[in-house]
């Protein structure tokens, strides 16, 4: 499959590298064609990588994935809107605000999230919201935490959903651990829980782990 | 030990009665004494619990719990300073915005939180921010829930987490399922996560559940 994923940076190359390894056509989108560090990416990954800007990156895709920093991920799927369209777009991104250093503000709240921010701005895409909750390394390879741990989707569109939970399976996710929370206004969830995502990482410091559900 | 409850409500109520059952004098207060839930309640539980007004419940208890809707609770812990002066005051609350109907809207943000808001308002209480990321039954009766699910303390008196460490067992939570997230500002992480709360109990459907913590 032709993929294509908005952004370069740490995520997005986690999710770019893997996909190849996955067998899958990647090409990563930065603000501008000829970014350094993608053409340096797409390089030490042989034929099936290759860099471009958002709008190309959008149109080579099949699917699409938004990995840019949250902040800036509007313009960057509205910039590559004619790429989108028809396409399952999966937004995987959090706003974080670093303007106090680190640990990063949280600025989510149960008003608006940014996958409806993302999906008001590319009507025609279809926005999935998962992944947003664990570390990059954690999103491709679930096994580096052990147990039942769960991650979630949010969309309007079930064909969508179904082919993000495609996805998320060839990644190493179980269908039984992606909760499918519903609409994408419920996507206001897992971008909250980033807030308590931080204080967890401070406590235990470390970045990898992630939580289950228990049900009665 | 005596226990003072502020919160007639389902919290209140249930928090208090699993008190009187393990042993412990409970007094419930609510804004004037008299209420007649708590009258009704009171009776009901026999002589080791008792009803008033939020002051004299604060004063009565060497413990206090919050269980106040949580737009109430800075006006209620503001109205028991005194009683809670020195003493470890419990606060399980969460701000819910009703008012566009069920589910509630959760206006936690990573800017405040209500326990730091508690926390300016008795500066001289020792706030341990605790077990609202669960469901009221659930938070007196971790059972309900199989699995090793956890909860989360916040405060910024080490003796106090101590002792609210020791109630969470008494109400069935092994230490090792308490996750002490560090001071009074990190109960901004759990109240953010009623967000997601929310839509798990949404797609879930139902209130009986938990998330658990796996780590490498």
Known sequence: MKVGVLGTGTVGTAIGTRLIELGHEVRIGSREAGNEKAVTWAESLGDRASSSDFADAAS????????????????????????????LLIDVANVLDFSNGPPPVIPATD????????????????????????????????????????????????????????LLG??????????????????RGPEMYVGLWVRLMGALDTTQFNIGLFRD
């Open 60 to 87: 080579f895709g099949q699917v699409v994935f938004n990995c840019t920093a949250g902040e800036g991920s509007v313009n960057a799927v509205t910039s590559a809107k004619d790429g989108l369209a028809g396409k």
């Open 111 to 166: 008003r608006d999230s940014l996958a409806e921010q993302i999906q008001r701005a590319v009507p025609e895409a279809h926005v999935v919201k998962s992944l947003n909750t664990v570390n990059n390394d954690v999103m491709v390879d679930p096994v580096r935490v052990q147990g039942d741990h769960v991650i979630f989707l949010s969309g309007d569109d079930q064909e969508a959903k179904r082919q993000a939970l495609e």
């Open 170 to 187: 060839e990644f190493g996710w179980p269908d039984d651990r992606v909760i499918d929370l519903g609409d994408i206004t419920t996507a």
